[in-house]
C-alpha cells in the first residue's frame, strides 16, 4: 500500500511555456501533499505544503506565482510551472502523508524531471 | 542555513560489512528523525525512524541511534548488501511544524560485491 505516482515522469518543454505535472496517492486518501524539488547532488528542498481544499502554503524564497499548486481531491495534486525558465530545471518529487501511518513519514513519487530548453 | 547535514558525501563498504551514515542537525527543537534510500530518478522511500525520546531503533539489518546532547544520528546497516547501494538522506521534523520534513544532502552508499 501507499504508493504515489508522479505524471509525467519525464518532460522537455520550450522557455516561456507552462508545464504541470500531477501527483496522485493511488491507495489511500492524503490529506496533506508536499512538492519537493532537487538540484542534481544536493538535498531535497520542499517548495510547498498542499492540503486538500485549501490554498497551499509556500516555504520562503518559492514563487507562488510561478509555482502554482491544486489539490481538488483527496488524491490528486498539481504542480504547474508557469512560464518556465532554464533555471527551473530540476527534478520535482511530491510526496503524501498517510493518515493514521507512522509520525511524519511520507510516501514519495518517483519524481519528474523537467527540462526547460 | 543547512539546518540538517550529512558531511560525508559518499561511503564505499565491501560486502558483508557494517555501513555507518551519519547525521547531524542544528535545530533543538527537532523531535523526529527518519532515514530515507534514494536510487537515480526514483523518489525516497521510507527506511526507519527514531522519535526523540528513544536514542536506538532496530529493523532487521538498520539500527539508527540517536544521540540528542551532541545533535547526532546514525545508521547502521549490517550486513551490507550490494542491492543497499544507493543515495540515503536523513531528515528531521518538529512537532510545531506538523509533517514537514527538513532533509539533509544524502549520502552516496556503494557496497562492493
Known amino acids: 500500500g501507499a504508493v504515489v505516482s508522479q505524471h509525467p515522469s519525464r518532460v522537455i518543454c520550450k522557455s516561456g511555456t507552462s508545464v504541470k505535472i500531477e501527483c496522485r496517492s493511488l491507495?489511500?486518501?492524503?490529506?496533506?501533499m508536499f512538492w519537493y524539488r532537487q538540484f542534481p547532488k544536493q538535498s531535497l528542498m520542499l517548495m510547498a505544503t498542499s492540503n486538500e481544499g485549501s490554498k497551499a502554503t509556500y516555504e520562503q524564497g518559492v514563487e507562488k506565482d510561478k509555482f502554482l499548486i491544486n489539490h481538488a481531491s483527496l488524491t490528486l495534486s498539481t504542480l504547474t510551472v508557469t512560464s518556465a525558465h532554464p533555471e527551473d530545471s530540476s527534478f520535482y518529487i511530491c510526496?503524501?502523508?498517510?493518515?493514521?501511518?507512522?509520525?511524519?513519514?511520507?510516501?514519495f513519487g518517483p519524481g519528474t524531471r523537467l527540462t526547460v530548453t | 542555513d543547512q539546518q540538517v547535514k550529512q558531511n560525508s558525501p559518499s561511503l564505499s563498504v565491501q560486502e558483508g560489512r557494517i555501513s555507518i551514515l551519519n547525521c547531524d542537525y542544528t535545530n533543538s527543537m527537532f523531535d523526529y528523525f527518519l532515514w530515507y534510500k534514494k536510487y537515480p530518478a526514483e523518489g525516497p522511500t521510507f527506511l526507519i525512524s527514531?522519535?526523540?525520546?528513544?536514542d536506538k531503533n532496530e529493523d532487521g539489518r538498520f539500527t539508527v541511534f540517536l544521540n540528542k546532547s551532541a545533535k547526532h544520528l546514525s545508521l547502521h546497516i549490517v550486513p551490507s548488501q550490494p542491492g543497499d547501494s544507493a543515495v540515503y538522506f536523513c531528515a528531521a521534523s518538529e512537532w510545531s511544524s506538523g509533517d514537514k520534513l527538513t532533509f539533509g544532502t544524502g549520502t552516496r552508499l556503494a557496497v562492493r560485491p
Open positions: 491507495d489511500f486518501q492524503a490529506t496533506t
Open positions: 510526496s503524501a502523508s498517510q493518515p493514521g501511518q507512522g509520525l511524519y513519514e511520507q510516501y
Open positions: 527514531i522519535s526523540s525520546i528513544k
